[in-house]
């Protein structure tokens, strides 16, 4: 196909999937249960830590970690008493043990307290036009708290060529608004066009099927090889078409 018949096929998947409806299966589920800002946020960022597998499997374990938090995720993590941490021991899900999860919500609690939230602390390095920065930064901050060694691997290094795909599409949900009710869209200090892909096997498989892609590991190299087209499709909303790439390789086989 040629890139104009590429982006018409394109947009139309972002239209078919991009709604409602899409949400009911997704991981974007868990963070839509709560109204509160920081509860969205943490939420959000602790499904999208282990949002890998089975969506169903997922979904399961990421509503059993906030059922841990009591269902206030900001309220916990800033006002449960030492005693009451000792609950995550429990939790495990895949690679990602009750080790990486004690680590996680306390580097959490960390981060609301010393810096301003994790909004702020993406945004204190994110310069217009490049969102790389934001994520070497929130990296290096995230693992200072004393972090064990097993734990730095569920934060993407791009520096090492990690896609990152977790922590973009973490991104996308909170950055992203176009009123189709998928997206949250409650970060306005980070402008859509500078988002990145959430690379992973589907969408990376669907974009050499579409010629968009050349590069066979699903690497950051990856991302922005894909991100130079879509950005040719949307300078203004480029990550729109996740919805498109993603859904074409699990709901259609494309």
């Given at each position: 196909m040629e890139l104009i018949e590429i982006k018409d096929f394109l947009d139309e998947k972002v239209n078919k999937y991009n709604r409602p409806e899409f949400i009911e299966d997704d991981p974007i589920s868990i963070p839509r249960l709560y109204t509160k800002k920081e509860d969205i946020e943490i939420a959000a960022f602790l499904t999208a830590a282990i949002a890998w597998g089975r969506r169903d499997l997922i979904l399961k374990s990421a509503k059993q970690l906030m059922s841990l938090l009591e269902n206030a995720p900001c309220d916990f993590l800033l006002n449960a008493s030492e005693n009451e941490w000792s609950?995550?021991?429990?939790?495990?899900?895949?690679?990602?043990?009750?080790?990486?999860?004690?680590?996680?919500?306390?580097?959490?609690?960390?981060?609301?307290?010393?810096?301003?939230g994790?909004?702020?602390?993406?945004?204190?390095?994110?310069?217009?036009?490049?969102?790389?920065p934001a994520l070497v930064h929130f990296r290096s901050v995230f693992l200072s708290f004393e972090a064990p060694d097993r734990t730095?691997?569920?934060?993407?290094?791009?520096?090492k060529g990690?896609?990152?795909?977790?922590?973009?599409?973490?991104?996308?949900?909170?950055?992203?608004?176009?009123?189709?009710g998928?997206?949250?869209?409650?970060?306005?200090?980070?402008?859509?066009?500078?988002?990145?892909?959430?690379?992973?096997?589907?969408?990376?498989?669907?974009?050499?099927?579409?010629?968009?892609?050349k590069r066979k590991q699903n690497d950051i190299k990856a991302v922005d090889e894909i991100m130079l087209t879509l950005r040719e499709f949307d300078a203004a909303d480029p990550v729109?078409?996740?919805?498109?790439?993603?859904?074409?390789?699990?709901?259609?086989?494309?």
């Amino acid at each position: 196909m040629e890139l104009i018949e590429i982006k018409d096929f394109l947009d139309e998947k972002v239209n078919k999937y991009n709604r409602p409806e899409f949400i009911e299966d997704d991981p974007i589920s868990i963070p839509r249960l709560y109204t509160k800002k920081e509860d969205i946020e943490i939420a959000a960022f602790l499904t999208a830590a282990i949002a890998w597998g089975r969506r169903d499997l997922i979904l399961k374990s990421a509503k059993q970690l906030m059922s841990l938090l009591e269902n206030a995720p900001c309220d916990f993590l800033l006002n449960a008493s030492e005693n009451e941490w000792s609950r995550f021991e429990a939790f495990y899900y895949r690679t990602f043990s009750s080790v990486d999860c004690l680590y996680f919500v306390k580097a959490l609690k960390a981060i609301y307290l010393r810096q301003g939230g994790l909004e702020q602390l993406f945004t204190t390095r994110y310069q217009s036009g490049d969102i790389k920065p934001a994520l070497v930064h929130f990296r290096s901050v995230f693992l200072s708290f004393e972090a064990p060694d097993r734990t730095s691997k569920h934060i993407a290094n791009i520096e090492k060529g990690s896609s990152a795909k977790r922590l973009n599409m973490f991104l996308r949900w909170m950055v992203r608004k176009d009123n189709r009710g998928v997206d949250f869209g409650i970060w306005q200090s980070i402008s859509s066009a500078d988002l990145l892909l959430p690379l992973d096997v589907h969408t990376g498989n669907v974009s050499r099927q579409l010629g968009i892609l050349k590069r066979k590991q699903n690497d950051i190299k990856a991302v922005d090889e894909i991100m130079l087209t879509l950005r040719e499709f949307d300078a203004a909303d480029p990550v729109k078409y996740d919805f498109a790439l993603f859904s074409l390789g699990v709901n259609e086989s494309f």
